[in-house]
């Protein structure tokens, strides 16, 4: 699992790239750690290269959305393939994230 962040005019973009599974969460919720104390601006995952997420990457998702709604920020998840699209669907995550 992969994860690239940039930030760029008070926009992060955080590229998501491989599986998202119980053990690859642990080292992506390390590395997207610092993001939730700077949730005040828009956070973008892209999750064009993203190729599943399980419970525990879902989780991930949320924590970062409660850190953005707590400080005004926006959470925007983009590009995710129709599997995710599914697993969305199924546990009522297109209902809390803008999805691009």
């Known amino acids: 699992m992969e994860v690239n962040i940039n930030k760029l005019n ?45 419970s525990s990457g879902l989780r991930i998702f949320l924590t970062l959305r409660k850190a953005a709604a707590a400080k005004g920020g926006k959470i925007i998840v983009k590009d995710i393939n129709n599997d995710i699209r599914q697993v969305f669907m199924m546990t009522g995550f297109l209902n809390l994230f803008e999805i691009q």
């Open 10 to 54: 008070g926009v992060t973009n955080v590229a998501l790239i491989g599986r998202l599974d119980t053990p690859a969460s642990l080292e992506v919720s390390k590395q997207l750690e610092p993001l939730q104390s700077d949730a005040a601006g828009t956070i973008i995952l892209d999750c064009k290269d993203l190729a599943y997420i399980s």
